[in-house]
């Protein structure tokens, strides 16, 4: 191959893989795998439930979209909202709903419900249906359902659907929903295998090795020549304006109500702390706690044997000898026992005596041995021994109703036409107004002070509203029930400041600018020997560069150039033996860059090299079979979307997010 037609398949690759390197990071490569695994996962998990699921959280929601005889709900997209967001906290990523709708989550979490309907509807045209009875096999086969005895149980699954939020009817939709999209999109995505000769060339690519030299031409290195006098100066700010603007700033009225201006009315009476008391008598009533050992056999016989066996010994040896396994409940009072295992199991093992081998005991589907190997009793306590933890918690839920009441009032106030200074005169607040702020919540007027965390709810609140004089709004402030009643004083336009006032700021960038010229002319003035063979060191001092740091030589394969600097990354875009300069950040001078070599890659018979870039296409072909067979289904069922709730639901959404919440 010429070098021009290897050099034009090298740019063709490298766009390849920089598109797939870039594709998960985008909204589409999110929402393709946010589906694409939502569809073929069976194993039970939040996300999973709602990665498919259509109109399942009720008919009172208002419907964005109609596919076929299917609703997509508000509810359906809010809900998809949430878990997502939560799903990704939980793996440690800080989402927020304003990041989120952003960057295009919302229009994501639409198309995905639209879409998961569209397939479901294709589906049932196709008469496919999905039984009961498959749909109660996957749920009794579920590991994640098994009770003690390793079979399914109705507690467990309804258990682990209640702490995940999810109905049981829900769950049955959304596996329902998931067979559909197996059956219709699994085949599809099957035959995404990338062949040899489609991953071999990314492979080698990757394998290719570039060496050369890059040196730096400072900008402070130059002599930037006399200072400007007062028209240069003038003009040079005319053409340079935006480089001086200030954003967009608002003034932001605001009332704080915090917890601790209620404390006093807060606190507990005695009859207060004697109900409470009262209310949680069990909580303080004397508790007896046991250690329980226990097996559970299939059979009568295998645990009679059991039982004999433990006798003279122990129960986990002897279940072990029988091929099972033991389990203790260590320090359980009744309640806990009766919910590890059952409530006649918890009544047998709480009247049984101590240390002695119990059963075997048929409880439910199985027979049960077990022995109280410890007991303890804590005894009750007196109101006097619990009146400061009482106090406390009787305070708390007395300033949380309190802060509750206070908002609901100043909320109904505000739905009943109230101004910001009626509100907050009759909630007894105190007003007061932020600086000109941005968005980031900082004042360009005091650039070395941070933003006040303390006003970051308020401030996005301020940016929510599109003029001043809108209805106020109530926000949350900090994590201990306080908010604020918020209003719009005044919109600060985005416009450069004077200058008058940056006159020294535009000198330094006019000097600066003049001595970034004269660095370009230095750099490009080297270009040429060095393309001739002319060493970098002394290109740069022909070139009059004697400041700044030495040339630094580069020895990489392409695969290395992840993080690296852009001016090494341009040098795997150069031919060999040429020479390119790019410009430094902050106008800091040029880099000039030499490739010296180029050593193509050859990944024949490199596993380790072949491997992740095959799984890699595997997964980009697979997604694109995904995304144009869901397109061709939409396309082939009837949708009819109801633009105007969806912009409803997105402004409401960005209100939250504003808020946030």
Excluded: C
Aim: without cysteine.
């Amino acid at each position: 191959m010429n070098p021009k037609a290897w050099q034009k398949s090298s740019n063709e690759r490298l766009f390849m893989l920089n598109a797939f390197r870039k594709f998960t990071k985008s909204r589409y490569g999110l929402v393709v795998v946010f589906i694409f695994l939502g569809l073929l996962a069976f194993a039970f998990t939040a996300g999973d439930v709602t990665g498919l699921r259509s109109s399942v959280t009720g008919a009172s929601s208002t419907t964005l979209a109609k596919v076929g005889s299917t609703q997509v709900t508000e509810a359906d997209v809010r809900d998809r909202i949430d878990r997502l967001i939560r799903n990704a906290q939980a793996q440690g990523q800080t989402v927020t709903m304003a990041q989120l709708l952003a960057q295009g989550g919302f229009e994501a979490a639409v198309s995905d419900a639209i879409t998961s309907a569209a397939i479901q509807e294709f589906a049932h045209e196709s008469d496919m249906r999905v039984g009961k009875r498959l749909i109660d096999s996957i749920i009794a086969n579920n590991p994640q359902f098994a009770g003690i005895d390793g079979k399914f149980s109705q507690q467990t699954f309804e258990s682990l659907l209640a702490q995940n939020q999810i109905m049981p009817g829900q769950f049955r939709d959304a596996l329902t929903s998931q067979r559909y999209a197996a059956w219709l999109i699994g085949p599809v995505t099957m035959r995404a295998a990338a062949p040899d000769g489609v991953v071999l060339p990314y492979a080698s690519m990757l394998l290719e090795r570039r060496t050369g030299v890059v040196g730096f031409v400072q900008s402070l290195a130059m002599d930037p020549g006399a200072d400007p006098d007062q028209k240069t100066l003038a003009d040079y700010y005319g053409r340079n304006r935006t480089r001086y603007l200030v954003p967009e700033r608002r003034v932001v009225r605001y009332a704080l109500a915090r917890p601790e201006a209620l404390q006093a009315q807060a606190a507990p009476t005695e009859a207060e702390i004697a109900d409470a008391y009262k209310k949680n008598a069990n909580r303080y009533a004397a508790v007896e706690k046991r250690t329980i050992q226990l097996v559970a056999a299939i059979d009568q016989g295998a645990a009679r044997k059991i039982a004999d066996a433990a006798k003279g010994g122990d129960i986990a040896a002897a279940a072990q000898a029988a091929g099972l396994e033991s389990r203790t409940l260590d320090a359980v009072d009744k309640a806990a026992a009766a919910k590890q295992v059952s409530a006649p199991f918890a009544d047998a093992a709480f009247a049984a005596p101590a240390n002695a081998v119990q059963g075997p005991v048929r409880l439910g589907a199985s027979w049960y041995v077990y022995r109280v190997s410890k007991t303890e009793t804590t005894a009750a306590r007196s109101l006097d021994q619990v009146r400061g933890e009482l106090t406390e918690e009787v305070r708390k839920r007395k300033l949380a109703a309190l802060l509750a009441e206070t908002r609901q009032s100043i909320e109904d106030g505000i739905g009943d036409g109230k101004t910001f200074e009626e509100a907050v005169r009759d909630a007894k607040l105190t007003a007061a107004s932020t600086p000109a702020l941005t968005a980031a919540g900082t004042n360009p007027d005091t650039p070395d002070t941070p933003a006040d965390p303390n006003l970051t709810a308020i401030t996005k609140a301020g940016f929510g509203f599109e003029q001043a004089g809108d209805e106020p709004q109530v926000v949350p402030v900090g994590e201990d029930g306080g908010f604020a009643v918020v209003s719009l004083e005044r919109i600060v336009p985005a416009a450069p400041r004077p200058l008058a006032q940056i006159t020294e700021k535009v000198k330094a960038d006019y000097l600066l600018d003049q001595a970034l010229a004269k660095a370009r002319a230095a750099a490009t003035a080297m270009l040429p020997k060095l393309q001739k063979g002319v060493p970098m060191a002394q290109a740069l001092a022909e070139a009059g560069v004697t400041k700044g740091a030495a040339p630094k030589p580069f020895d990489l394969k392409r695969s290395e150039l992840r993080d690296k600097e852009n001016f090494v990354q341009m040098a795997f875009d150069m031919p060999a033996k040429t020479a390119r300069l790019v410009e430094a950040p902050n106008r800091a001078g040029y880099y000039v860059v030499y490739v010296d070599t180029i050593q193509p890659g050859n990944a024949t018979g490199d596993a380790a090299a072949i491997a992740p870039l095959r799984n890699a296409l595997n997964q980009l072909g697979a997604a694109e079979y995904e995304r144009q067979f869901s397109a061709a289904v939409a396309k082939a069922v009837t949708i009819r979307r109801n633009e105007n709730a969806i912009a409803r639901l997105r402004a409401d959404l960005q209100r939250q997010g504003a808020g946030g919440q």
